[in-house]
């Protein structure tokens, strides 16, 4: 049964690049949340997308994007990079956008200089 | 405002000597109470759910218990393998559209051999 999976798993950027991750939910699961993680920090919710839509979202600015394809997967887009934004980015699966519990990707740890 | 707050925010035990993390949380209507555990540079792994006061789980040398303010993760005969970050997460009732988790900061646990 595979799990979460995110690509790549590690990225440098610099300073107003773009960046796009990507993730694919496991096995049977069809919503998937985005997060980042600073070092030292928990996770903080990005947002969560189902059924193709964005459903729910933190408080991130617009420059952080995302979309859900039909197979579920998803990409995390941020634009304008700034130093702040280095951290790692946590995809998480689950069955639905109800309680159930979400399972955790490896993670993609990005780097901006 | 979700809020969870966890302590301590390291801990250093001997490998046998059992102790209690804790997670206090403040949530508008508790829809679940997560905990993971986390390597580092790796993403949570999932350990266990709480839905309602009184509820406990086990899993091996962990126990998690919960009430209406906190949550307890005790270790009972820890090994060098248990050190790791654990995290607290809460879901709140109210979040209609979506899932997602508001996470506390972890406690850094060493077990020393």
């Known amino acids: 049964d595979a799990g979460v999976t995110q690509s790549p798993t590690h990225l440098i950027k610099t300073r107003g690049q773009q960046v796009t991750l990507r993730c694919s939910p496991k096995?049977?699961?069809?919503?998937v949340s985005w997060y980042q993680q600073a070092l030292g920090q928990g996770p903080q919710f990005i947002f969560q997308y189902y059924e193709e839509e964005e459903r729910q979202r933190g408080n991130f600015p617009d420059r952080f994007s995302g979309h859900q394809f039909p197979n579920y997967s998803s990409e995390l887009n941020v634009n304008a990079l700034l130093l702040g934004d280095s951290a790692l980015y946590l995809c998480?699966?689950?069955?639905?956008?109800?309680?159930?519990?979400?399972?955790f990707g490896p993670g993609t740890r990005l780097l901006v200089l | 405002e979700d809020q969870v707050t966890q302590s301590p925010e390291a801990l250093r035990l001997q490998e046998g000597e059992s102790s209690s993390l804790n997670c206090s949380y403040t949530?508008?209507?508790?829809?679940?109470l997560f905990w993971y555990r986390q390597d580092p540079g790796k993403g949570p792994e999932f350990l266990f759910t709480l839905y309602s006061a009184g509820e406990e789980k086990e899993k091996e040398r962990l126990k998690a218990t919960l009430t209406k303010k906190e949550s307890f993760l005790h270790i009972t005969a820890p090994k060098p393998e248990d050190s790791a970050t654990y995290l607290c997460a809460v879901q709140a009732k109210n979040n209609n559209a979506g899932n997602m988790l508001t996470f506390g900061g972890g406690t850094r646990l060493m077990v020393k051999p």
């Open positions: 096995s049977g699961h069809d919503t």
């Open positions: 949530v508008s209507g508790l829809r679940g």
């Open positions: 998480a699966s689950s069955l639905g956008p109800g309680k159930e519990t979400q399972y």
